[in-house]
């Protein structure tokens, strides 16, 4: 079955210590996208990519690295410099999307990062 | 910036009632508008899409509006089931972003 899958269901984090959050998609989108969930608040982007090796910072890049260096996978890396990063994160791809329009965006099942 | 609210943040009803849920936008320039469904401690799954040019999306007991000018989108759930119990979240898309509200959480008690 097509889909996305992320991984780590669950992840912890010690002080200092970058971690990466893998997403992988099998349904052959061009767009992937990382975003972070907290309670009470909306999803709000992080990192978002149109094509292979290019990618644009969303509303909360600060604290955040992605690489796209392949079409299937969009890994997010949760830098030390990122001082609040407990919450659920959320994969999604859709279609290309480059010139604006209409293609669903879905989703993976998320991973929850906790601080040790 | 786009800010979307949708209202109720909550709504409890029991089972078998017609419902609608609400969501509001405030920049009326967008290429469409999704609603999604979450459980708890699960991803998104993409309900509806309605494409900036179309009126309403229906499918199966589900059926969204859009209303671009006014930045309104209502979600109408019909003979709602316990298993309709989730957070519905609206999403209008600017360009190539996604920008969510906070989610209305329904109950259906049997």
């Known amino acids: 079955d097509g889909g996305i899958t992320q991984s780590p269901k669950y992840l912890f984090r010690k002080e200092g210590q970058n971690v990466t959050l893998s997403c992988e998609q099998n349904?052959?989108?061009?767009?992937m996208y990382w975003y972070r969930q907290d309670p009470g608040q909306g999803l709000r982007l992080i990192y978002y990519?149109?094509?292979?090796?290019?990618?644009q910072k969303g509303d909360i890049a600060e604290g955040y690295s992605v690489s796209r260096e392949k079409k299937e996978s969009f890994p997010l890396t949760v830098t030390s410099a990122q001082k609040n990063p407990t919450a659920f994160y959320l994969c999604?791809?859709?279609?290309?999307?480059?010139?604006?329009?209409?293609?669903?965006?879905?989703f993976g099942d998320g991973t929850r990062l906790s601080i040790l | 910036k786009q800010e979307v609210t949708q209202i109720p943040a909550a709504l409890s009803v029991p089972e078998g009632e017609n419902l609608v849920l609400n969501c509001s936008f405030t920049?009326?320039?967008?290429?469409?508008l999704q609603w999604f469904r979450q459980d708890p401690g699960k991803g998104l799954t993409s309900l509806l899409l309605?494409?900036?040019?179309?009126r309403e999306q229906t499918s199966g007991r589900l059926n969204a509006s859009l209303d671009k000018s006014s930045g309104r989108s209502t979600l109408y759930i019909a003979a709602s089931q316990p298993g309709d119990s989730a957070t519905y979240l609206c999403?209008?898309?600017?360009?190539?972003?996604?920008?969510f509200g906070t989610g209305t959480r329904l109950l259906v008690s049997p």
């Open positions: 920049d009326s320039a967008i290429y469409n």
């Open positions: 999604a791809s859709s279609m290309e999307t480059r010139t604006g329009g209409n293609q669903p965006q879905h």
């Open positions: 990519s149109q094509i292979v090796n290019d990618f």
């Open positions: 999403a209008p898309q600017d360009f190539q972003k996604l920008v």
């Open positions: 349904l052959n989108h061009d767009a």
């Open positions: 309605i494409q900036s040019s179309q």
